[in-house]
């Protein structure tokens, strides 16, 4: 029995490492988490509980084992017909073959319990300090037989043990480890492989973290996938360094979630699962429920801008603080949310929140237009995409529309340029065309007199076709003036829109035009609307 009070609890996984290379015969449909010992039937002395205990005995004997200790668990040597190893008995058992290999089975799996346990106490005594970090990763390389990393929060290293550059597994992680270490999606797997020509990796992760939500990452290499027993004895390694540490082991929290991987992941198209949008959203604070409308912060010299920072920081300030800013390939992109406030996300609101929170800008900021679920960040960001290549598109329609020189304000909208994209630009492909057309203010209007039996939208076409004139509207709808004007402009502040600009007539223009391909498209939504057959 090994000394001392600490007694280290091996698990049944590890176990089952060292039963190979015997023929495990079965095993037990719930097996336990651990034990603390391992003896044979005869052994009657220690200080660990029975429960804990893991006894092994021949075929013959098991019938005698079960009765002596009815809680625990046995491993069963079959003799000759594994089918009479184990008479009915009530305990849970693993039952091996019987071969010259299994003659010295439990002094083998005795040394285990204690080496496993020396290890353990070795690494108590060890005293918490950079060298004391690089001392627990080198003893543990050792029992662990593979190299080891230890990471700050910042992906700093602080120790490593076991690792030759030299090495073909050392060498793959190595030219791969920055694209481990900032992929939030690759740390927050049970286990990172790469196949390569001269080998393969394996990398098993364990987070270590406090109430202040530091953390710790250790990493292990594996030129083989681990087996569960492997992977249960680096978790023994991940939890002494977190009790030497006065952390815990855990998952990867949304702690460890950054707005910047956020954006990242969505801008760069890659697949992110609705439960994991759940914690990114958790952890930034921001509702998936609600509308979003995406700005880009674009400076006029980008190589010589030291203003960031504190723009960053003035942008926080933005819509009460419903905003989400980060600073990206140089660039600050801020998304704006709004739950059922649709003027919020408004060009007139958005530019005097810009006045207000950040002041003179030195550049321009380009707007998305307003979109819903957060994974089309990767289409709004496309938008701004246009809306800097077509900008000086649309300081040239100022220019050639008036004689004076007026100062171009500072935002540039989606809406403004997706005429030039539409009619210049191959970069508008079927999907960011459908995306840009998919959720408009039309969609919304058409919806409530649906519900209500409203007549906002005809109204609305109708004012824009005769080019605003509310008496021509007022005669060709059957209707008084002064509705047709009421109705109006409820539809302009609701949505912040200002009919007098011309880009707020081209989009809604636009829109109508994609409905009235949708209507001759759908019979039963042209039936629903105009409460008529098509044609």
């Known amino acids: 029995m090994a000394n001392g009070t600490y007694i280290t609890t091996i698990s049944y996984n590890m176990v089952i490492d060292m039963l190979q290379p015997n023929e495990i015969i079965s095993e037990p449909a719930h097996p336990p988490k651990g034990f603390k010992w391992v003896s044979s039937v005869h052994w009657e002395k220690g200080i660990v509980p029975e429960k804990d205990m893991l006894f092994v005995c021949k075929g013959k004997a098991a019938e005698q084992a079960s009765k002596l200790h009815p809680s625990s668990c046995l491993i069963v040597i079959a003799e000759e017909d594994a089918s009479e190893a184990t008479p009915d008995i009530p305990n849970q058992a693993i039952v091996i073959r019987g071969t010259s290999r299994s003659a010295n089975l439990l002094q083998r799996l005795q040394n285990y319990f204690l080496s496993i346990q020396a290890w353990q106490n070795e690494l108590d005594r060890i005293p918490l300090s950079s060298d004391g970090y690089e001392q627990v990763l080198h003893k543990s390389g050792k029992v662990l037989g593979v190299p080891l990393l230890l990471y700050n929060a910042d992906l700093v290293p602080l120790a490593r043990s076991w690792f030759?550059?030299?090495?073909?597994?050392?060498?793959?992680?190595?030219?791969?480890?920055?694209?481990?270490?900032?992929?939030?999606?690759?740390?927050?797997?049970?286990?990172?492989?790469?196949?390569?020509?001269a080998s393969n990796v394996f990398v098993a992760n364990e987070l270590i973290r406090n109430k202040n939500k530091d953390l710790y990452h250790v990493l292990a290499l594996y030129e083989k996938e681990p087996t569960p027993g492997q992977r249960d004895l680096f978790a023994m390694l991940a939890k002494k360094i977190a009790e030497k540490s006065d952390r815990q082991t855990g998952s990867y929290s949304p702690a460890r979630f950054s707005a910047y991987s956020l954006f990242d992941e969505l801008i760069q198209g890659r697949y992110v699962a609705k439960g994991l949008l759940n914690d990114y959203a958790y952890n930034i604070g921001f509702p998936l429920d609600?509308?979003?409308?995406?700005?880009?912060?674009?400076?006029?010299?980008?190589?010589?801008?030291?203003?960031?920072?504190?723009?960053?920081?003035?942008?926080?300030?933005?819509?009460?603080?419903?905003?989400?800013?980060?600073?990206?390939?140089?660039?600050?992109?801020?998304?704006?949310?709004?739950?059922?406030l649709d003027n919020i996300l408004s060009n007139s609101i958005i530019?005097?929140?810009?006045?207000?929170?950040?002041?003179?800008?030195?550049g321009y900021v380009?707007?998305?237009?307003?979109?819903?679920?957060?994974?089309?960040l990767l289409f709004a960001y496309q938008q701004t995409n246009l809306v800097i290549k077509y900008k000086e598109f649309v300081n040239l329609e100022q220019r050639f529309t008036t004689a004076d020189k007026e100062l171009q304000a500072p935002c540039?909208?989606?809406?403004?340029?997706?005429?030039?994209?539409?009619?210049?630009s191959s970069d508008m492909n079927q999907e960011l065309k459908d995306f840009s057309f998919s959720h408009t203010i039309l969609e919304k209007i058409i919806a409530e007199d649906i519900a209500t039996g409203g007549d906002d939208a005809r109204i609305l076409a109708s004012y824009i076709h005769h080019e605003r004139k509310a008496t021509a509207v007022a005669e060709k709808l059957h209707m008084h003036r002064n509705t047709v004007l009421y109705r109006i402009d409820k539809i302009e502040k609701r949505?912040?829109?200002?009919?007098?600009?011309?880009?707020?007539?081209?989009?809604?223009?636009?829109?109508?035009?994609?409905?009235?391909?949708k209507l001759m498209r759908n019979p039963e939504l042209y039936r629903e609307i105009l409460g008529q057959d098509t044609p």
């Open 366 to 376: 380009a707007m998305s237009q307003v979109f819903d679920d957060i994974s089309n």
């Open 351 to 362: 530019e005097e929140e810009l006045l207000r929170c950040c002041g003179p800008i030195k």
């Open 290 to 340: 609600a509308e979003f409308r995406l700005l880009r912060f674009v400076s006029e010299n980008p190589e010589a801008d030291d203003g960031l920072p504190s723009l960053l920081n003035e942008a926080k300030h933005m819509n009460d603080g419903k905003c989400l800013p980060v600073v990206y390939n140089d660039d600050l992109l801020v998304l704006l949310y709004s739950k059922g």
């Open 164 to 197: 030759n550059a030299n090495l073909p597994l050392c060498k793959m992680f190595a030219e791969r480890e920055k694209e481990i270490l900032n992929s939030v999606l690759m740390l927050r797997r049970p286990l990172i492989s790469f196949k390569g020509t």
């Open 412 to 424: 540039y909208t989606f809406e403004e340029v997706l005429k030039f994209a539409i009619l210049d």
């Open 495 to 517: 949505f912040g829109l200002n009919f007098d600009e011309s880009w707020s007539r081209d989009r809604v223009l636009f829109d109508f035009s994609i409905l009235y391909c």
